[in-house]
């Protein structure tokens, strides 16, 4: 009997394959790192040859390490970082230009001049350079655009990317992915004609788009004869790994960036605070389920930020020790708008800034207004879906690379003001898409057998007073609005 479902899970900086039990236990995984491509400010690429051969590599080392053969894959899921773009060649495969990455602020020269209720109406998305359309739009006005209305260059997230590569060409999306691009429309489900042509992006190069949970081909190239049975983007993925499946339940991932979803069930709320409406998943032919979502641009980007350009850290793990050296930030803030600022502000233009600096402060109090950074930006996005749902949360779920910060998680239960619970697998997003995989060839027959798997491992309870707390969000509006001021006048 077939006794695991793998997951491939392509991230913004690594890429690893997990395999997972009928109980929702790791049994193994493998990952890779891939270089982040900075040719400018505001430009950040990956090379998609780079991200393929990865996944080829994890998968075949993760099977060898736990000695096991493709025939013991019931399926694969494939979560992914959503909104990059790859541009590849119709006829050989090969990538066209570099994939340019969510966090990419290269084409926020376009966002001013793009109707941003149309976008909005039919795609639940303000405009920004977050999505996918105006980086398709920038490829194909810097040297695409002839080929792209010939015929010979497609567009895909890398869920198609890897999907066209896995079976040997076939050109698909699911309906999370799709949501993402700023092309699709929310009550078709389909790419709309009109925002096609706002973008002058033309339709031939486009996958089609699926569901989330069905059979699409098999993974020739590295599994021969496993379904590939899922594809859904990370975020989504996390949402369905913490089982958040009925209407008003949300949980938070903290990786790179941070995206707080909810489950809205099969109604769209359109936000009137700085969200987003975007699809949670679908299931075959069933009716879609929607979700708010609000996403941060800087969570553990801060902390690399510390290690990487500031050299404070020897790992991103040193930052709990270092941070854990003062009792507080000191009243320093640290807004890690690096490639600006995403929900609720949608401020494209906005750029890091730490305020409150004095000759006392050290490096453990700019590490420990990091983490706090993480913490206050989350509650942003929390108070603003309190608004837009009417249902203030009660506990937050957590997952994610942050979360084996425990410092940074007590922060976060203070600043919320609610617990925070992190469960026993934390690699959700791996997790959701094998779930995904599993349920559409009946490795798992129901919801109630996820919801069963799901464990707690820790939970952290608030223990600031509501006076130190209101004085907190106080101080971090006041650097949010001393950032923007420079913004202005710069």
Known sequence: MTRYVGAIDQGTTSTRFMIFD?????????????RQIQPRSGWVEHDPAEIWENTLKTIAVALADTGLT??????????????TVVLWDRATGAPVAPAIVWQDTRTDYLIPSIDADLVRSRTGLPPATYFSATKIQWLLDNGLRDRAERGEVLFGTIDSWLIWNLTGGLHITDVTNASRTMLMNLATLDWDDEL?????????????????????????AVLPGVPIAAAIGD????????????????????GTGGFLLMNTGTTPVRSSHGLITTVGYRFGTEAPVFALEGSIAACGAAVQWLRDQLGVLETAGDSET?????EDSAGVCFVPAFSGLFAPYWRPDARAAIVGLSRFHTAAHITRAALEAICYQTRDVVAAMAQDSGTALDCLQVDGGVTANALCMQLQADILGVPVSRPAVAETTALGAAYAAGLAVGFWNSLDDLRANRHEDRRWQPSWSAA??????????A????????????
């Open 479 to 490: 650097a949010i609005d001393r950032t923007l001021d420079w913004v202005s006048v710069g």
């Open 22 to 34: 009928r109980a929702g236990r790791e049994i193994g995984r493998h990952q890779l790192e891939h």
């Open 196 to 220: 096609l042509d706002l973008f002058r992006i033309p339709r031939t190069m486009l996958p089609r788009i699926r569901s989330s949970a069905e059979v699409y081909g098999t993974a020739e």
């Open 468 to 477: 130190r707390r209101s004085e907190g969000i106080t101080r971090w509006s």
């Open 322 to 326: 270092l941070a854990g050296q003062v």
């Open 235 to 254: 975020q989504q993925a996390a949402l369905f790994g913490q089982t958040c499946f009925e209407p008003g339940e949300a949980k938070c991932t903290y």
């Open 70 to 83: 493709p025939a013991d894959l019931a399926a694969v899921g494939i979560t992914n970082q959503r909104e």
